[in-house]
């Protein structure tokens, strides 16, 4: 059974900054991209982060409301992604989703539904 469990979700003083991590379990994602994507309640999804895949680690892309701000690596021994969130922001609050593709990282720009996801981890930021 493939599963994307995301873990290290929590509440956070705006400045502050948390880690979220991202296993993947029940198949390889070696040629897979993993990212992450948000919800905020009421609002669309948004692309946050993704990396694609190489042996060496991968390129890694932001979306504007997170860039200078997210970092995003992967630890492909292990099976795992993470994002390091810095200068955290009370509009970050939102639940965050970790998943996985194969498609162009366009697909992940414009959110598209992707092959793989968790369940999500809740974030949210205090003002």
């Known amino acids: 059974q493939v599963q994307l469990v995301e873990s290290g979700g929590g509440l956070v003083q705006a400045g502050g900054s948390l880690r979220l991590s991202c296993a993947a379990s029940?198949?390889?994602?070696?040629?897979?991209?993993m990212g992450w994507f948000r919800q905020a309640p009421g609002k669309e999804r948004e692309f946050v982060a993704a990396?694609?895949?190489?042996?060496?680690?991968?390129?890694?892309y932001y979306g504007e409301s997170v860039k200078g701000r997210f970092t995003m690596s992967r630890d492909n021994d292990v099976g795992s992604v993470y994002l390091f969130m810095n200068n955290l922001k009370a509009e970050d609050t939102a639940v965050y989703y970790c998943?996985?593709?194969?498609?162009?990282?366009?697909?992940?720009?414009?959110?598209?539904?992707?092959?793989?996801w968790g369940k999500g981890t809740l974030v949210t930021v205090s003002s």
């Open positions: 029940g198949r390889t994602f070696s040629g897979y991209t």
């Open positions: 998943a996985a593709d194969r498609a162009s990282i366009t697909a992940w720009y414009a959110s598209r539904v992707m092959d793989y």
């Open positions: 990396i694609t895949w190489n042996w060496s680690g991968g390129v890694t």
